[in-house]
């Protein structure tokens, strides 16, 4: 569903779009750019294209969040976010300027903001594929909010740490991905 939405998009916008692939993996694998392991979580290596998926990470979204198939897709649209990111080129643009020395890091960082156009994005996957498909069922926007709420870096500093601390951030507060989902999703501006 997103490569059908995302490639619709882009030939409206007259592009050409490169779809990402996909790789599920349990436990531990092989990226484009090293390892991958399950402690990583879902992620996107754009040396190679692929959004990897370490089927473990299911379970602990049941956990932290209750889970559910649009949660899930939300995680999986976030991830192709960051493709959208490298063939349009912002991921390259992020990329300069930190090896420029360029701050990019912590609370209003271009790393977080990079993170949560990607959350952007993935409302507004959900928003053109609800407006072709209608596929959406009761509670599922509800789940990706939650999810969005369960993995913002304040959220999972204060579980882990007691504390939060903004200047090690890197993908928002819960308030900011819940809203960036969000607005991605109502808007379908992109």
């Known amino acids: 569903s997103t490569e059908d ?58 956990q932290m969040s209750g889970g559910g198939d649009f949660a899930y897709a939300y995680v999986i649209a976030h991830e192709v976010g960051h493709h959208i990111q490298t063939v349009t080129g912002v991921s390259e643009q992020v990329n300069q300027v930190r090896a420029k020395g360029g701050n990019v890091e912590g609370d209003g960082g271009l790393l977080v903001r990079q993170e949560l156009q990607a959350d952007c994005y993935a409302g507004l996957w959900a928003h053109y594929a609800q407006k072709e498909k209608q596929w959406m069922e009761s509670g599922d926007l509800e789940s990706a909010i939650r999810t969005a709420q369960a993995i913002g870096d304040d959220t999972l500093q204060r579980k882990s740490r007691g504390t939060v601390v903004p200047d090690a951030f890197s993908h928002g507060t819960a308030e900011q991905r819940m809203a960036w989902f969000s607005r991605g999703f109502e808007t379908g501006d992109i």
């Open 5 to 62: 939405t995302w490639g619709a998009l882009f030939q409206q916008g007259g592009q050409q779009y490169r779809p990402a692939k996909l790789e599920v993996y349990q436990g531990g694998g092989q990226s484009g750019g090293g390892a991958a392991q399950s402690a990583m979580g879902p992620f996107y290596c754009p040396a190679d294209q692929r959004v990897y998926l370490d089927t473990s990470f299911f379970q602990q979204m049941n």
